[in-house]
């Protein structure tokens, strides 16, 4: 499964691009430091205290989908497909995608989002 979350990641890379601030710069989004950006960012926001993600300790919440085997779960909220995109913008405003769930809008930025989106796909 290692593999496939790797090609998820370089295909964010590839389609978020003009989005997201690219990936050139030296900053590559499918490098290990995203994805461990992405790791602290999800202790700092508390995204543990509703979900499940492996590799975080103390992520043990129950109030949201366990986000362990992430890249195997073919919808998000039952009703994104599963790619890099659609995580990152359901991260950035939940609401927008449906405005009955309790996911909040942690105020994520686009770059912040992205690191996030990374770290999961390792999962
Ligand atoms: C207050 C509880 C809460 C917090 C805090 C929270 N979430 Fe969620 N999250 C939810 C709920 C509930 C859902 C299910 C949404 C739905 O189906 O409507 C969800 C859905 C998701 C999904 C889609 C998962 C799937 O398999 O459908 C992802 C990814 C996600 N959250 C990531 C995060 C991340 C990353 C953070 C921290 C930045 C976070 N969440 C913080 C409650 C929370």
């Known amino acids: 499964m290692r593999g496939l979350g790797q090609a998820a990641v370089v295909a964010a ?28 960012l999800i202790v700092k926001n508390g995204c543990g205290s509703c979900h499940r993600i492996g590799g975080v300790e103390r992520a043990n ?35 927008a995608i449906d405005p009955t769930t309790v996911m909040p809008n942690l105020g994520l930025t686009p770059e912040q989002a992205r690191d996030i989106a990374n770290y999961l796909y390792t999962q």
Do not use: M, Y
């Open 61 to 95: 919440g129950d109030v949201g989908p366990s986000l362990e085997k992430f890249q195997a779960n073919p919808r998000i909220a039952g009703r994104l497909p599963n790619n890099p995109d659609e995580v990152v913008r359901w991260l950035l405003n939940p609401q």
């Open 13 to 40: 890379c590839l389609a978020g691009a003009g989005l997201l601030g690219g990936c050139g710069g030296g900053s590559d989004p499918a490098t290990k430091a995203s994805a461990e950006r992405g790791h602290d």
